[in-house]
């Protein structure tokens, strides 16, 4: 299995609701937007509960690995919404159907590890926007990049920056995975 990448750890095992849920939203509180939390409980409804809790504060519930009794749930801190700027713009549809017709692209995923590891388009490379300056040398200039995040303000500002740098072929894929309903490869339990 793929190891998980998280900012911040709550334990929270041993303890029933609602306590899980309490000690998730004081972590949160001192969480930087954009980071990743991990919550570690062996209480089995807790699965649902911090779901429903992160969708109905904006925050990201990405996924819960289950280790024997203890069930790791992941959320990422919700981040204000970036204007979005970059004029070259598919959706998701779009950007599917060049998958479909096996076109020489690259599809970028510039959302943070954990994010990708629960849930990505097939053969997408990863390279998180906090990682992007650094690893530019990774890309080709001969593909057109497809860029995407989870709703199209990470990767805008991802495009911008590879545009910046000299790519001549790059665009941005929104709403991205938010609403990506097409195949997908995850993280295997």
């Known amino acids: 299995m793929e190891m998980v990448k998280f900012d ?11 306590m899980p849920i309490v000690r998730t939203k004081k972590a949160m509180s001192d969480l930087q937007p954009g980071k990743v939390l991990e919550v570690q409980a062996t209480d089995k409804g807790s699965t649902a509960d911090i779901k429903a809790w992160a969708q109905s504060m904006r925050h990201q ?3 819960t690995v289950e ?5 790791k749930h992941y959320l990422r801190k919700a981040t204000e919404e ?17 998958l479909v ?3 020489n692209i690259l599809v970028l995923d510039v959302r943070e590890l954990t994010e990708y590891a629960f849930n990505h388009i ?6 998180p926007l906090g990682e992007l300056d650094n690893r530019l040398n990774e890309l080709s200039t ?5 860029v995407v995040c989870r709703t199209g303000s990470r990767s805008d500002l991802a495009a911008q920056t590879l545009t910046e740098a000299g790519f001549k072929k790059v665009i941005n894929v929104v709403p991205g995975m938010s609403e990506w309903s097409y195949p997908t490869d995850s993280l295997s339990k």
């Open 122 to 127: 097939p053969e997408a490379k990863s390279i």
């Open 8 to 18: 911040q750890q709550v334990n929270a095992k041993g303890l029933a609701c609602p």
């Open 61 to 63: 519930y990405l996924g």
């Open 67 to 71: 280790e024997g009794d203890v069930l």
């Open 82 to 98: 970036e204007e979005k700027k970059y004029p070259h713009v598919v959706n998701n549809e779009e950007l599917q159907a060049k």
């Open 101 to 103: 017709n096996n076109e």
């Open 142 to 146: 001969d593909k057109d990049i497809y």
